[in-house]
């Protein structure tokens, strides 16, 4: 279990990292290398070739493709396009956005053509070496090869075509999740999303089995589509390298949601990043197809609506066999805490996002829907015998605009009963339990990573990196997990930068409950 994460790598320095090196630290990584025999440096050389080899070894990055897409005719990137999701060092270059990607694609009669690939990163200005970056570039037509070249080493790139079809105009891209076990928050997002006409797409690292085994029956009935989320990993390296799933921003979130973009770009007319604790009520129309539409056909030159979230608290469900809505809504308490929203884009305006919304297009196209906020459920707790029902809640400020009407209410439950109906499911949802064990074990992780000190010591941004992937994970023998896994691949070693990549992912039961 332990290797899964931790990379043993002779090439990686003695404190498991990679930095950068200006010329002026190459001359003192050579002073090392003469006096140092350890992991990760080179033992003393009186040979000047081989120092200035050593030298350009140092100075190489390594990079991860999440996902590469081909596109005949898509209405916003043009012609014979490549998108790739990549996840690279930006410290490769001085402006890793400046870089020179050369692409060269090959067609089933032999045409081949040569492009140089554009590089735009989504990310704040944090200290995370590793930035997720958007790559596109012009292919020929129909091709049967695409490979990167450089130096005359090349590496074919795995691709796919996006999807040609979806269960719905409204996709719902959620967050990569790991080591979840609040089946509560699955099953409250799920029926929302599909009472109101969207459709889940959840990206999993690892997951209890019981709720693997409930989303199974949801993907097959086509409410919810259950997508891998393998870790980056490095399979063959000959240089030094920062390992990335720890260095970069909130675990390649962005890299998740711009895979989900590309995906969908060609069928869907509106796709929302939401995490799954973000539930939306739509309040000016019955769907969310009408509600978004009438949002930009108001405003037909924005990008992205945005909504800001609202922390509630619910109480625990203790039988998942027990679960309604009226349960949920009845104790819900609206808090005054409000927290940075999520967006919904139109995909023929957008090509690739960050966490929020995407940090390449202008921010005043960003409309941001008032009287409305995402439900953020911030907590689940037991409940207190004291405690009342109160009905609906209203709005937070508002004394008489509840947070769902009770007919919307009414329909979720009933959803929800024909759904149980189904003996298969019931059976699998009466296995569900909630140990409340690792999600504890999360916000200890990520409160002293980031939130404490960003929050509470002030930290400025950029000297922070937010990430928890140095999070150590209890193994319980009464919590078994399912985890992503893949076949990992090295290109060529190539300069500056060497491409790394995942093939034919699949489920696995012997991983264990980790990242």
């Known amino acids: 279990m332990e290797g899964f994460s931790d990379y043993n790598n002779?090439?990686?320095?003695?404190?498991?990292?990679?930095?950068?090196?200006?010329?002026?630290?190459?001359?003192?990584?050579?002073?090392?290398?003469?006096n140092e025999t350890s992991p990760g440096y080179v033992v003393e050389s009186d040979n000047?070739?081989?120092?200035?080899?050593?030298?350009?070894?140092?100075?190489?990055?390594?990079?991860f493709i999440t996902s590469a897409y081909y596109y005949y005719n898509s209405k916003s990137l043009g012609e014979n396009a490549l998108a790739m999701v990549v996840v690279m060092n930006q410290w490769t270059t001085e402006n890793i956005e400046k870089h020179t990607i050369k692409i060269e694609s090959t067609g089933y009669d032999g045409e081949v053509l040569q492009s140089n690939a554009t590089i735009k990163k989504e990310s704040t200005e944090t200290s995370c070496a590793y930035?997720?970056?958007?790559?596109?570039?012009?292919?020929?037509?129909?091709p049967e090869k695409i490979e990167i070249v450089s130096s005359g080493t090349r590496v074919a790139i795995p691709f796919r075509k996006p999807r040609t079809w979806s269960h719905s105009p409204v996709i719902m891209c959620i967050a990569p999740q790991f080591a979840v076990e609040k089946w509560q928050l699955f099953l409250m997002n799920l029926h929302v999303i599909r009472r109101y006409g969207g459709h889940m797409h959840l990206y999993i690292t690892s997951m209890v089995t019981q709720l693997f085994d409930v989303l199974q029956l949801y993907e097959k009935w086509g409410s919810v589509t259950l997508d891998y989320w393998v870790r980056m990993k490095f399979n063959e390296t000959f240089t030094p390298y920062k390992e990335p799933n720890r260095n970069v921003e909130w675990r390649n979130q962005?890299?998740?949601?711009?895979?989900?973009?590309?995906?969908?770009?060609e069928v869907a007319d509106f796709i929302a990043f939401f995490d799954i604790d973000d539930i939306l009520i739509p309040r000016y129309s019955h769907n969310y197809h009408q509600e978004f539409s009438s949002h930009f056909s108001a405003f037909p030159n924005y990008h992205?609506?945005?909504?800001?979230?609202?922390?509630?608290?619910?109480?625990?469900?203790?039988?998942?066999?027990?679960l309604t809505f009226a349960k949920i809504f009845s104790t819900m308490k609206v808090t005054k805490q409000n927290d940075y929203g999520k967006s919904i884009i139109n995909p023929l305006k957008v090509n690739s996002t960050w966490i929020h919304h995407s940090m390449q297009l202008p921010k005043?196209?960003?409309?941001?829907?008032?009287?409305t906020e995402l439900i953020h459920i911030k907590k689940i707790v037991e409940p207190n015998p004291k405690d009342k029902s109160t009905g609906i809640p209203k709005m937070f400020g508002t004394k008489y605009d509840p947070i769902i009407t009770e007919i919307e209410q009414k329909s979720l439950d009933f959803d929800l009963e024909q759904t149980y109906a189904d003996s298969k499911l019931r059976d699998a949802v009466s296995l569900l339990v909630d140990h409340d064990y690792y999600s504890q074990v999360v916000f200890q992780c990520y409160n002293s990573s980031f939130y404490h000190p960003y929050f509470v010591e002030r930290k400025p941004l950029e000297s922070l990196c937010p990430n928890a992937d140095d999070c150590i994970l209890p193994q319980r023998d009464d919590i078994s997990c399912i985890h992503s896994d893949a076949k990992y691949i090295s290109g060529p070693e190539m300069f500056p930068i060497t491409f790394h990549y995942a093939v034919n992912p699949f489920w696995s039961d012997e991983i264990g409950c980790y990242q």
Not at 52 to 58: G, K, L, P, S, V
Not at 254 to 265: I, M
Not at 364 to 371: A, E
């Open 364 to 371: 005043n196209l960003i409309y941001r829907v008032p009287n």
């Open 131 to 142: 930035v997720m970056t958007l790559v596109q570039a012009t292919t020929v037509h129909d």
């Open 254 to 265: 962005a890299g998740a949601q711009t895979d989900c973009l590309l995906q969908y770009k």
């Open 304 to 322: 992205t609506i945005f909504y800001w979230k609202r922390d509630v608290i619910v109480n625990k469900i203790e039988s998942a066999t027990d």
């Open 48 to 63: 000047q070739e081989f120092m200035d080899e050593m030298i350009e070894r140092y100075n190489h990055t390594h990079a």
């Open 10 to 34: 002779n090439w990686l320095d003695k404190e498991n990292h990679y930095i950068n090196y200006t010329q002026y630290q190459k001359l003192q990584l050579i002073s090392k290398m003469k």
